[in-house]
């Protein structure tokens, strides 16, 4: 204030002056006396005047007061700003600036009991355009659809993807591309402006079919993928990423996956990345190795054929599984790279099912198998002895109703030991009408039927085993004792997997051990590599895990089963009905006698079956039966077989389903050569010492490069199960 | 004619007089804003003088001398010259409308060759000198009658209706603003100015009106800037993270996140209040706003102790058109004020501003030269 009084002060002084008329008109003049006359005629001094200069000064002092009024309020919005909010502001520029991008973990491999690789991570080689560069994307194409092959609709996708993405961004032309092709294109880079060679990863499985239905397949994240693994794992949310879908690769998922590593990027306002901050390096997923023999598993298809069957093999104490077939199977290297719709559309349209895993979800009825499980009930519950004699005349009359037996005119007198070994189903009707359904439910439960016995793999179905208040429940009807009855030789309503037949007959055979199936040997942990190490330094790493597999011996990883429950099952109990199945397959007459195994010492027991698809009529039985080959092929009947060996020590157990196979003796001789096969196996390792073959590393793996192909393969439902229908009839 | 005779008869002795009685504080201060200016736009352009640092060096030469040149011409020129420099200004808005470049949606730049000149900075100055010269003129009756207010309004709307229809709000509102500063201290009585509030106060609605939908938009988003946070609010949101990233120091000169990577848009000109508190935090902001204090401070004492009635108003005109642009660029940019088009005098990239504002400084400077120069209504001594 003082400051501005001052001014005043000098400028009232400067008024003295005033009358001299000292103003001057010229250009950069000095005061030259040119009286000018006013053209409003007044230029006087007046008093008012004087008061208006008064009157300026005080009102300019007015708006200076108040504009430093308006300054003062910037200097405290400055400070607001700057100092009391600073912190997040600072917060919120960091969230603008600093990106994460997320680095895939190479995937966990799958290696079998040996070493061999099943599933591994492949070079995927892409050519990648970014529009920026490209400038002209269409003649981009042209040029590029000289030299390697462009579809139509990989052009319509590129241009597509181009108009959704910012121009900075890569957009995938073309993947897969062999070494021929990689070649081809960087040649000519030069003269393709935007083209780029990138280098992906793709699931590999060398074996393809073989291990389709135990492995599953990878695809990306579908969203009801995201809701059922909890979607906390970043990785889920990339699109690039992969999980497993199915099988295996779906069961171990969590530890096969790895944990994301993260790279702390710099991105300027439209998402360009300047500069990378920091960097945490993904850490790889657990190998995996199974207990599978892929040599063995390879050795079960050629067995089967392209019959629609299952094959399980399974030793019978550490519950390991050797051999799981599912026939027909698909090749899970189709859905890597995302699956075609006409691959698709063959695969759900096949009505052998090539997608469903018919050795843990198919169900069916068992048939004569059940017949051990009967025996066992009748033992356990005193309702026969090993010396029951029963007479077969070829039918069995409950009542109003009669239950024939396959064999028209009758086995004659029976005992267990040959009821077994020529299935005879009088026998059994009348045993399981003694022990009543509750007590051979209970059994058929110890045996691992009526739920699923757990094996380390998704969507295991549990069949049935039916109970009278299961009837009452969806049949509004009573349990009848002819429900009992045709239980006792595996009809009525009884349903199982191929699984739960051999895990029943490792079950019998391994003493009583409530033995569960495994797929898994052992997981092998992966390091996470070290800062700055090339990407072929992890391919090394990851090559160093195969002293881990090779270290573990067989014999103690199949021991290391030993600690089951014990199911109380009698010895002798279990003694007498091995010698019926032993007699089965090795005694003229028995059901399997010519798949029997006539090596020393690698003699196999087993049981036949078949099971009814369709329900014979009473007037089809009058006008006699139609021999099963003169039906349609989805009309016959199933064929079972479930068999261990060696009989002195058994090792193994198998069940082998053929779908419409119609008897149980077509299924045997599948059973018979591969567990002749695995035991030969066995004695060829016994006599290398457990030497094992060294894991053949020939450099097809990826370089762990923490990316994954952009493809999406299409989330597939899968077709239900078939169940096959079961009829309340007995046919053996 | 007697303009020319004058040229030729003025010794020249006189001049080397007026360039030491030239207010040389002022031109410091100019120089320095100037200086800071083109720090910040070499921090734009990530230290290159290309594309803004040796174009505004170069406009800033231009402008120093045009500056020295208006500071020792004989104050009498521009009081004559007022009304010319006023209808030059008016012709050149015009042309503006009918074929000036559009930028950023505005038709506001007239390209003429060698540089791109925006015709509203120069009616700045031409308003200034016209309004002062109307209220000297007036001599002792202006300040009570209404009739007294009829031209400088009509002197205002020829103007600011052109700049409206550009579109340009935040030029025009300056406009009003500082013909009513101007009028208030010229001595308009309290009677006259309640009159006058009164008449705003039915006309806004009205006014409302007549913006555009972008000019409502914008006034709308300022009320509530999540209305639209990735649109017009978008820039406002970023200026304030980038101040208050800056803190108490700031990042550091050439430093600046949300500048160097883009987030801040058109840093150099409307936001380089921005980059330079980002980047110098509130000790450089402040530091800035002093300077500009020293220099309104400058214009008070300037107009204060000029004796001539018109050179009053001009100095006093001058400190109000750069005391408004400073105070709408620096609130627009902390979220304080609806976002507008308005450039930081002599700091922001732009020849027009620059030179223009320069020329006021001259204007300034001229009456502090000529301060003890009384002038009659009309130039009459």
Redesign the interface.
């Known amino acids: 204030m003082k400051f501005f009084r001052r001014f005043r002060r000098r400028t009232l002084f400067g008024r003295n002056s005033f009358s001299k008329s000292n103003a001057s008109s010229g250009f950069f003049g000095s005061p030259s006396s040119r009286p000018r006359r006013s053209r409003r005629g007044t230029n006087f001094v007046t008093a008012r005047d004087g008061m208006r200069e008064e009157q300026f000064t005080r009102r300019a002092i007015m708006i200076g007061g108040f504009q430093a009024l308006l300054f003062s309020s910037l200097a405290a919005r400055l400070f607001y700003l700057s100092v009391i909010d600073s912190s997040r502001y600072s917060t919120l520029a960091d969230v603008n600036r600093v990106g994460l991008k997320l680095l895939i973990p190479p995937r966990g491999r799958i290696f079998d009991r040996y070493g061999e690789k099943l599933a591994i991570n492949r070079l995927n080689y892409r050519v990648m355009l970014v529009r920026e560069q490209a400038g002209d994307v269409a003649a981009t194409l042209d040029a590029l659809s000289l030299l390697i092959e462009v579809t139509d609709s990989d052009r319509q996708r590129v241009l597509h993807e181009i108009e959704n993405k910012r121009s900075f961004v890569p957009v995938m032309v073309r993947e897969n591309l062999n070494w021929e092709e990689v070649s081809r294109v960087e040649l000519n880079v030069p003269d393709l402006p935007g083209l780029t060679i990138d280098v992906g990863q793709l699931r590999h499985f060398p074996h393809t079919f073989a291990v389709g239905h135990i492995l599953g397949y990878v695809g990306a994240v579908s969203e009801s993928d995201q809701a059922a693994l909890g979607g906390d794992d970043p990785l889920l949310e990339l699109p690039d990423f992969r999980i497993g879908k199915n099988g295996v690769e779906r069961y171990y998922d969590p530890q096969l996956r790895g944990t994301a590593g993260a790279s702390r990027i710099e991105v300027n306002s439209v998402g360009r990345a300047v500069r990378e901050l920091s960097r945490i390096e993904a850490v790889p997923g657990h190998d995996l190795q199974l207990n599978i023999d892929i040599g063995l598993q390879e050795y079960g298809n050629l067995l089967v054929g392209d019959q629609s069957a299952s094959v399980v093999l399974m030793d019978v104490k550490s519950g390991g599984i050797l051999t799981m077939i599912s026939a027909p199977a698909f090749d899970p290297n189709v859905f890597s790279s995302g699956v075609s719709p006409q691959v698709w559309n063959e695969l759900i349209s096949n009505p052998k099912h090539p997608l469903t895993n018919k050795s843990t979800s198919g169900l069916y009825a068992p048939g004569s198998t059940f017949k051990i499980v009967t025996a066992m009930a009748g033992l356990e519950n005193g309702a026969i002895t090993e010396s029951t004699e029963m007479a077969c005349p070829g039918h069995y009359d409950l009542g109003d109703s009669r239950f024939h037996c396959w064999r028209r005119g009758g086995h004659g007198i029976v005992n267990l030991q040959r009821a077994l070994k020529e299935s005879c189903d009088v026998f059994f009707y009348e045993t399981a009408r003694r022990v009543g359904i509750d007590k051979l439910g209970e059994t058929a439960r110890k045996f691992g039927f009526g739920k699923a016995v757990g094996i380390d793999m998704p969507s295991e179905r549990g069949g049935l085993v039916p109970t009278r208040n299961w009837k009452q429940a969806n049949y509004g009807i009573q349990w009848m004792q002819g429900d009992s009855v045709t239980a006792g030789i595996g009809q009525s309503f009884l349903q199982v997997t191929p699984l739960q037949l051999a895990v029943m007959m490792a079950r019998l055979v391994n003493g009583g051990k409530a033995v569960t199936p495994r797929l898994k040997r052992q997981l092998i942990p992966n390091q996470a590599k070290n800062g700055g190490a090339s990407p072929n330094h992890i391919g090394k790493e990851m090559v160093g895990q195969y002293d881990a597999l090779k270290s573990t011996k067989i014999s103690e990883a199949d021991k290391a089963g030993g600690q089951f429950a014990d199911l109380g099952f009698d010895p002798n109990h279990v003694q007498a009905v091995m010698r019926g199945l032993i007699a089965a397959t090795n005694e003229p007459n028995g059901t399997a006698y010519a798949a029997r195994i006539t090596d020393a010492g690698m003699e196999m027991g087993g049981k036949t079956g078949s099971a009814q698809v369709r329900r014979i009529s009473k007037y089809e039985r009058e006008r006699g039966i139609r021999p099963q080959e003169s039906i349609p092929w989805e009309q016959r009947d199933n064929a079972l077989f479930v068999a261990f060996a060696p009989i002195d020590a058994p090792r193994y157990a198998c069940s082998v389903v053929v779908e419409h196979g119609i008897h149980g003796s077509w299924a045997a001789p599948i059973a018979r050569d591969l567990l002749r096969q695995a035991m030969l196996r066995d004695k060829l390792l016994a006599g290398l010492g457990h030497e094992q073959p060294t894991p053949n590393n020939d450099g097809d793996d990826a370089n762990p490069k923490p990316v994954t192909p952009p493809v999406a393969a299409p989330a597939p439902a899968f077709s239900p199960p078939i169940s096959a229908p079961n009829g309340n009839d007995a046919v053996e | 004619m007697?303009?020319v005779l004058?040229?030729i008869?003025?010794?020249?002795q006189?001049?080397r007089?007026?360039l030491l009685l030239l207010p040389w504080g002022l031109v410091v201060i100019v120089t320095g804003l100037a200086a800071i200016g083109i720090a910040m736009l070499l921090s734009a352009s990530g230290g290159n003088f290309d594309p803004w640092a040796l174009k505004q060096i170069i406009r800033f030469a231009v402008g120093f001398a045009l500056m020295i040149t208006v500071a020792?011409?004989?104050i009498?020129?521009w009081l004559?010259t007022a009304w010319l420099i006023y209808g030059v200004g008016l012709f050149l808005l015009v042309a503006v409308k009918l074929q000036g470049s559009v930028e950023m949606g505005a038709q506001r730049w007239l390209d003429l060759g060698i540089m791109k000149l925006q015709p509203s900075e120069l009616m700045k100055l031409g308003f200034v000198l016209v309004v002062a010269r109307y209220v000297d003129?007036r001599?002792?009756d202006f300040?009570g009658r209404l009739l007294s207010l009829v031209v400088p309004i009509f002197l205002l709307l020829l103007p600011i209706s052109l700049i409206i229809i550009q579109p340009d709000l935040g030029t025009a509102v300056i406009f009003v603003i500082a013909t009513f500063?101007l009028l208030?201290?010229?001595?308009l009585s309290w009677r006259i100015i309640g009159t006058l509030s009164a008449m705003v106060t039915v006309a806004a609605p009205f006014a409302w009106h007549f913006l555009h939908d972008y000019q409502k938009e914008r006034i709308l988003v300022f009320l509530d800037p999540s209305r639209d946070p990735l649109g017009t609010g978008y820039n406002i949101i970023?200026s304030?993270?980038?101040?208050?990233?800056?803190?108490?120091t700031g990042k550091g000169y050439m430093l600046g996140?949300?500048s160097h990577?883009?987030?801040l848009p058109e840093k150099q000109t409307d936001f380089i209040f921005t980059m330079l508190?980002e980047e110098f935090?509130?000790l450089g902001?402040?530091a800035l706003?002093l300077i500009?204090?020293v220099l309104?401070?400058y214009g008070?004492?300037i107009?204060?102790?000029?004796?001539?009635?018109f050179g009053?108003l001009v100095a006093?005109g001058v400190t109000?058109f750069l005391?408004l642009n400073v105070?709408v660029n620096?609130?627009m940019v902390?979220g304080?004020i609806p976002a507008k088009g308005v450039p930081l005098p002599f700091v922001s990239y732009g020849g027009s501003s620059l030179v223009v504002m320069m020329i006021g400084i001259g204007l300034m400077m001229c009456v502090w030269v000529h301060?003890?120069?009384?002038?009659?209504?009309?130039?009459?001594?």
């Not at chain 2, 304030?240 to 108490?248: N, Q």
């Not at chain 2, 301060?371 to 001594?381: A, F, H, N, S, Y």
């Open positions: 007697s303009l004058s040229l008869s003025q010794p020249s006189s001049l007089h007026k020792v011409t004989n009498k020129f004559r003129s001599g002792a300040s500063l208030f201290v010229a001595g970023q304030k993270i980038a101040l208050g990233s800056g803190g108490l996140t949300q990577l883009n987030f508190g935090g509130l902001g402040l706003l500009y204090a309104f401070v008070f004492s107009a204060t102790r000029a004796a001539s009635r009053r006093l109000f005391f105070f620096v609130a902390m304080m301060k003890d120069v009384r002038l009659g209504p009309g130039g009459v001594e």
